[in-house]
């Protein structure tokens, strides 16, 4: 057998040399077998020097694997490396050599690097280890167990290393008891250990990489399918719920890692190189750069990961071993151990992995062969060198907390139970330990489903007209429950209150009727699901949303020595967004919390599909990217409990709102004793409560009236209005209110407000083609009546709207201070090697991001904290009162409302100095609202000049000296605006980045604006100091919407435009913010606290 030299250089001296193959009587250490990294003797000197002495004996390493891996590029730039030791010489042994001859025809070697692959013939490298004893990198029998996934936990389990919780299903009909699977709606039981969806479902062969995560009902169901890379897919979504019936699997605890893998690569046991990648279960699209590579970064170890990256690495016998980390809920827990695995594109490691193995294998063998080798007194372990930030301020943390997306109207029945059945099942699911009990899960909602069957079959024998009500609401709990064919508990959910004396009564005509004893109030709730449209606007709010963030925008980058087209900024085709170069290089530590509501949960996997340009379904999105903050009342809150200031409010409002006379000035000091302009407006509208509500009982009675005509007109049978609804369930949605909106006293029911405010609100945006007569007219007065009702639900005073805003809001004031004060990094978030992280500028910044999604009472509240809490003196602070000015002008905390906060850093600044954090407050009140015209309140821009800014000259380290060209500064961006019409119209180069020149005329001075189409400038501006002029010259730039699949969406056209975000204020210091929500927590009292978990 010949061997074959390998040149993988051109000329001739210093060029390290290697073989594949040798015979047996070759001696490896000759010269032709040699892979000399010393430069070869000049002519004249050869002679001369071999007469003298004859050269040490090599260190043959050979290489035993298919020729796929033996051949690929990170295995050929290690060799490359390895063969530059003066005394190794490598030998690459052929593939047809492997499978064809004999083992003892196989090359010999002092030292054997072989590993599995599909097709090797691992019990032929073993005998041949047998017959040679060479020293093993990776022990050859521990590659047995490596393929089989149950063998890998068993090892991982007796090392005592984290993994997730998990059962073995064995389909062997030789051991029956390993096969006792019940699968239910959501949860599989596994010989006995229970697992709730989402839960993995592996294949127990190592080989086989079909691996399936299965969702719960209540986040949409289905399964993730991971497969093995195909092109740019590494999973897909399937609407399959059910588990495999066929096969052997391991099924575990789904782990929530924030759609983030870490692999890590060891070389011996005390070097571990790690890399971050965005999870395949997340969207199943593989990112890749302008190679066509996967897009991974290197990601720094805890003292606690090096730990089991050694424990991983001695266990399994394999000094080159790649594995898998799942960094979940504070810990990190190893998922699956893949045996030999290189890293890949990085100089680094394959510097680091060759001299590792390097001196590994002469520290082995060089005693034994008398080969005069030292060890090298340089460290093997790679330094951690600091990197320094820039004299620009850096963006440290951005807090938002933002209202759902547009939804279906909400629909609710209330009635009193009394029957043993409903006290049966509130003692069942625990109710009595609290006096309040939700019921969500599919399970539950049958079970309430089954009592009203069966009561409603008992009523069916009386015929007493005093159950006649009871029967109604009975029927309708019946319907609802039935509807859509199957349960969810994302669009439906029954809640029930203990009542020990009964429900009070509401009017004197109910005394006679009163019963004594205890009942309960069932509340059932459907309806308010998320649409199409809403889903729309979240993700693209999302998109806007990056451009907040610093960085990135410098299309001319790559003049700056960027290689990767993720460092330029251009990254999945979007140009300019500092944020996915954050997020992709693991810089950006972010978490996105949403209350337990369906439409919430939905809005905030949208707005995160947008945020970090993700693809496909959002129910992925939303099991990994979403934690629910329902355990301890961070953004849950039971609207049905209302607080004894909250009751005070509402009867007042009610006293005030039942009175049939024009509102006199009295009327107006107590509904709005703030002089609260929008309060002011809608009050001169209604002008007489009375007479306004008797207009709107009127237009709700000619609509239903008009609906119905619709319903008898044989073309209006099948018509579909807009998410699947018919004119019979819009009908039922009318006649309710019509029922419920006037009481058989003649009164109106004013609580019934918002919910006619909802209903025509959404009929007028969605169902504007039915061409009803009068929508808008009914808009008007409603939305008129329900900008007094709804904020003013909230308290009328400061005092009642600071009280109820503590009840409702307290844990999350708690929690948005934690945010702030936790600045610094600490070892349990995802970190930059930064000598790796070469192309990657400033690797040591770390941004915070958390996401707070919730409903409208939570944004109310928090707001009301910040207006009424005592943040800034409007008297003292001009930049306050105008925000305040602002505030009192909104009318009505839309979809999408949302409150940001954001920390920067200026790192020139003295670390105990007020001056080193800087705060600033943004606001937008969100969704356009139908047919709003000129008369919306005007803010002053996004991040305007303050006045002070205006009289003195811009330090040079300032927040607003933007105009130096610097990259992943914080650079102000004309972002994306809302489209008016259908988001599929791009701009003709959808794409592209357009550079504004810095003498942008002033028609361009709004470009600080989130959405330059709302964009406008208000007249009282002119010479306040606070023009958007006012600020030095800065690079704009235009970043249009990338192409996104929204055309899967209905009724795309018209999802109206998000207002943009306004500053309230911006120059605020971390202290001052500090010491205002430390008050505000202090006021609050500790009865509303609630102790808050960290997270």
Same mark, same amino acid.
């Given at each position: 057998m010949s061997h074959f030299e390998c040149r993988p250089g051109t000329g001739r001296g210093g060029l390290p040399r290697f073989l594949v193959g040798c015979d047996d009587d070759e001696s490896p250490g000759s010269e032709d077998g040699g892979m000399r990294s010393d430069s070869e003797p000049r002519d004249g000197e050869e002679e001369e020097e071999e007469e003298e002495e004859e050269d040490p004996r090599q260190v043959v390493v050979g290489i035993c694997s298919m020729m796929k891996k033996s051949k690929s590029k990170p295995m050929t730039q290690i060799l490359e490396r390895l063969c530059k030791f003066e005394y190794i010489t490598v030998v690459i042994f052929p593939e047809e050599v492997i499978l064809s001859e004999p083992v003892d025809k196989w090359p010999l070697c002092d030292c054997l690097i072989s590993f599995h692959s599909k097709g090797f013939p691992l019990d032929k490298a073993v005998s041949y280890v047998q017959l040679r004893s060479p020293l093993l990198i990776n022990d050859l029998n521990m590659q047995y167990f490596i393929q089989d996934r149950r063998e890998v936990y068993r090892i991982l389990q007796e090392e005592g290393i984290d993994l997730p919780r998990y059962a073995v299903l064995n389909r062997d009909p030789d051991r029956p008891e390993e096969c006792n699977l019940v699968e239910c709606e959501d949860h599989v039981e596994v010989n006995g250990e229970v697992f709730h969806k989402p839960f993995v479902e592996k294949p127990v062969c190592a080989e086989d990489h079909n691996v399936y995560i299965y969702y719960p009902t209540s986040a949409g169901g289905g399964s993730q399918r991971l497969f093995r890379k195909i092109g740019s897919r590494s999973s897909v979504y399937s609407p399959e719920s059910s588990v495999r019936k066929t096969g052997s699997y391991i099924y575990e605890?789904? @782990?929530?890692?924030?759609?983030?893998?870490?692999?890590?690569?060891? #070389?011996?046991?005390?070097?571990?190189?790690?890399?971050?990648?965005?999870?395949?279960?997340?969207?199943?699209?593989?990112?890749?750069?302008?190679?066509?590579?996967?897009?991974?970064?290197?990601?720094? !170890?805890?003292?606690?990961? *090096?730990?089991?990256?050694?424990?991983?690495?001695?266990? &399994?016998?394999?000094?080159?071993?790649? &594995?898998?980390?799942?960094?979940?809920? $504070?810990?990190?827990?190893?998922?699956?151990?893949? $045996?030999?695995? =290189?890293?890949?594109?990085?100089?680094?490691?394959?510097?680091?992995c060759a001299k590792v193995l390097g001196n590994m294998v002469m520290r082995e063998l060089?005693?034994?062969?008398?080969?005069?080798?030292?060890?090298?007194?340089?460290?093997?372990?790679?330094?951690? #060198?600091?990197?320094?930030?820039?004299?620009?301020?850096?963006?440290?943390?951005?807090?938002?907390?933002?209202?759902?997306?547009?939804?279906?109207?909400?629909?609710? @029945?209330?009635?009193?139970?009394?029957?043993?059945?409903? &006290?049966?099942?509130?003692?069942?699911?625990?109710?009595?330990?609290?006096?309040?009990? *939700?019921? *969500?899960?599919?399970?539950?909602?049958?079970?309430?489903?089954?009592?009203?069957?069966?009561?409603?079959?008992?009523?069916?024998?009386?015929?007493?007209?005093?159950?006649?009500?009871?029967?109604?609401?009975?029927?309708?709990?019946?319907?609802?429950?039935?509807?859509?064919?199957? &349960?969810?508990?994302?669009?439906?959910? #029954?809640? /029930?209150?203990?009542?020990p004396n009964g429900q009070p009564k509401a009017s004197s005509e109910e005394e006679d009727s009163?019963?004594?004893?205890?009942?309960?109030?069932?509340?059932?709730?459907?309806?308010?699901?998320?649409?199409?449209?809403?889903?729309?606007?979240?993700?693209?709010?999302?998109?806007?949303?990056?451009?907040?963030?610093? $960085?990135?925008?410098d299309a001319n980058r790559r003049s700056l020595g960027c290689e990767s087209p993720i460092d330029c900024g251009d990254y999945a085709g979007f140009p300019g967004c500092g944020l996915l170069r954050l997020h992709s290089t693991y810089r950006h530590d972010l978490k996105i919390y949403a209350s337990d509501e369906g439409r919430v949960q939905m809005t905030a996997a949208a707005f995160a599909k947008g945020l970090l340009a993700l693809e496909g379904e959002l129910t992925p999105i939303l099991v990994q990217m979403v934690k629910s903050a329902n355990m301890n009342g961070l953004l849950d809150s039971d609207s049905d409990s209302l607080t004894d200031c909250q009751q005070r409010v509402k009867t007042r409002l009610h006293e005030i709102m039942q009175k049939d006379r024009i509102f006199s000035e009295e009327d107006y000091q107590k509904l709005a004793p703030s002089c609260s302009l929008s309060l002011v407006n809608s009050m001169k509208i209604i002008s007489n409560p009375v007479s306004t509500?008797?207009?709107?009982?009127?237009?709700?009675?000619?609509?239903?009236?008009?609906?119905?005509?619709? !319903?008898?007109?044989p073309k209006s049978a099948d018509l579909q209005l807009y998410h699947s609804e018919t004119l019979e369930l819009m009908l039922q949605r009318w006649s309710k209110l019509e029922r419920d909106f006037r009481t058989k006293s003649g009164r109106y029911d004013i609580s019934k407000i918002p919910d006619i405010y909802d209903c025509i609100k959404y009929d007028t945006q969605h169902n504007a083609s039915l061409g009803l007569e009068d929508t808008l007219e009914l808009l008007r007065l409603s939305r008129a009546l329900a900008d007094i009702i709804i904020p003013q639900e909230y308290g009328i005073n400061r005092e009642e709207k600071l009280d109820i805003a503590y009840a409702y809001c307290l844990p999350l004031v708690k929690k948005i201070q934690l945010d702030l004060q936790r600045t610094?990094?600490?070892?349990? #978030?995802?970190?930059?090697?930064?000598?790796?992280?070469?192309?990657?500028?400033?690797?040591?910044?770390?941004?915070?991001?958390?996401?707070?999604?919730?409903?409208?009472?939570?944004?109310?509240?928090?707001?009301?904290?910040?207006?009424?809490?005592?943040? /800034?003196?409007?008297? *003292?602070?001009?930049?306050?009162?105008?925000?305040?000015?602002?505030?009192?002008?909104?009318?009505?905390?839309?979809?999408?409302?949302?409150?940001?906060? @954001?920390?920067?850093?200026?790192?020139?600044?003295?670390?105990?100095?007020?001056?080193?954090?800087? %705060?600033?407050?943004?606001?937008?009140?969100?969704?356009? $609202?139908?047919?709003?015209?000129?008369?919306?309140?005007?803010?002053?821009?996004?991040?305007?000049?303050?006045?002070?800014?205006?009289?003195?000259?811009?330090?040079?380290?300032?927040?607003?000296? !933007?105009?130096?060209?610097?990259?992943?500064?914080?650079?102000l961006i004309e972002p994306i605006s809302m489209?008016?019409?259908?988001?599929?119209?791009?701009?003709?180069?959808?794409?592209?980045?357009?550079?504004?020149?810095?003498?942008?005329?002033?028609?361009?001075?709004?470009?600080?604006?989130?959405?330059?189409?709302?964009?406008?400038?208000?007249?009282?501006?002119?010479?306040?100091?606070?023009?958007? !002029?006012? @600020?030095?010259?800065?690079?704009?730039?235009? %970043?249009?919407?990338?192409?996104?699949?929204?055309?899967? =969406?209905?009724?795309?056209?018209?999802?109206?435009?998000?207002?943009?975000?306004?500053?309230?204020?911006?120059?605020?210091?971390?202290?001052?913010?500090?010491?205002?929500?430390?008050?505000?927590?202090?006021?609050?009292?500790?009865?509303?606290?609630?102790?808050?978990?960290?997270?």
């Open positions: 605890e789904f @782990m929530p890692t924030d759609g983030t893998d870490v692999k890590v690569y060891t #070389v011996g046991p005390d070097y571990a190189h790690a890399e971050a990648r965005k999870s395949p279960a997340l969207d199943g699209k593989v990112e890749r750069d302008s190679e066509g590579k996967e897009i991974r970064y290197p990601v720094m !170890l805890t003292a606690m990961e *090096k730990l089991v990256a050694r424990k991983v690495c001695l266990a &399994f016998k394999q000094t080159v071993c790649g &594995f898998d980390l799942l960094r979940a809920n $504070g810990h990190s827990f190893v998922c699956d151990v893949n $045996g030999f695995s =290189f890293v890949k594109n990085s100089m680094k490691y394959y510097d680091d060089a005693p034994q062969l008398h080969i005069p080798w030292s060890i090298p007194m340089e460290a093997e372990d790679i330094p951690i #060198v600091p990197t320094t930030s820039g004299s620009m301020m850096e963006l440290r943390c951005v807090i938002a907390v933002v209202r759902h997306g547009d939804r279906t109207p909400k629909q609710k @029945m209330k009635m009193e139970v009394r029957n043993a059945m409903f &006290f049966d099942l509130f003692e069942k699911y625990g109710g009595y330990k609290s006096g309040k009990l *939700k019921l *969500k899960k599919p399970k539950q909602l049958q079970e309430v489903l089954d009592i009203a069957r069966q009561l409603l079959l008992e009523l069916v024998q009386h015929n007493d007209c005093e159950i006649e009500e009871k029967k109604s609401k009975l029927e309708q709990l019946k319907t609802v429950l039935e509807m859509y064919g199957h &349960f969810s508990g994302i669009n439906r959910k #029954v809640q /029930l209150t203990y009542l009163q019963r004594e004893g205890p009942s309960l109030l069932l509340v059932l709730k459907w309806g308010g699901e998320l649409t199409p449209a809403g889903r729309v606007q979240a993700e693209e709010l999302g998109r806007a949303f990056r451009c907040m963030y610093p $960085g990135g925008q509500c008797d207009k709107v009982y009127t237009l709700i009675q000619s609509l239903t009236r008009q609906i119905r005509k619709r !319903l008898e007109d610094h990094e600490d070892e349990a #978030v995802n970190k930059l090697h930064p000598l790796y992280s070469r192309g990657v500028m400033s690797p040591g910044r770390h941004v915070r991001t958390r996401l707070y999604f919730t409903s409208e009472s939570h944004v109310h509240s928090l707001l009301s904290i910040f207006r009424y809490g005592g943040l /800034l003196n409007e008297e *003292k602070d001009e930049q306050w009162k105008q925000a305040m000015d602002y505030l009192n002008a909104v009318s009505e905390l839309n979809y999408m409302t949302q409150i940001v906060i @954001m920390l920067y850093e200026d790192n020139n600044k003295d670390p105990s100095s007020e001056e080193r954090f800087h %705060v600033e407050l943004h606001f937008s009140p969100g969704v356009k $609202g139908c047919e709003e015209g000129d008369n919306v309140p005007m803010g002053f821009g996004f991040r305007p000049a303050s006045s002070e800014n205006k009289e003195k000259q811009t330090d040079p380290g300032s927040l607003e000296d !933007l105009s130096q060209d610097e990259p992943d500064r914080a650079v489209q008016k019409r259908s988001p599929l119209i791009r701009n003709r180069k959808a794409g592209s980045m357009e550079v504004l020149s810095e003498s942008s005329s002033s028609s361009r001075a709004s470009a600080y604006r989130l959405f330059p189409s709302c964009s406008r400038q208000s007249p009282e501006m002119k010479p306040s100091g606070l023009e958007l !002029l006012s @600020m030095p010259a800065v690079k704009r730039f235009s %970043v249009s919407f990338a192409r996104h699949p929204t055309n899967g =969406f209905e009724g795309c056209s018209m999802v109206p435009s998000i207002y943009p975000l306004e500053t309230l204020h911006n120059s605020l210091s971390l202290k001052q913010v500090d010491e205002f929500l430390t008050a505000v927590c202090e006021s609050g009292g500790d009865t509303n606290s609630k102790t808050l978990k960290c997270m």
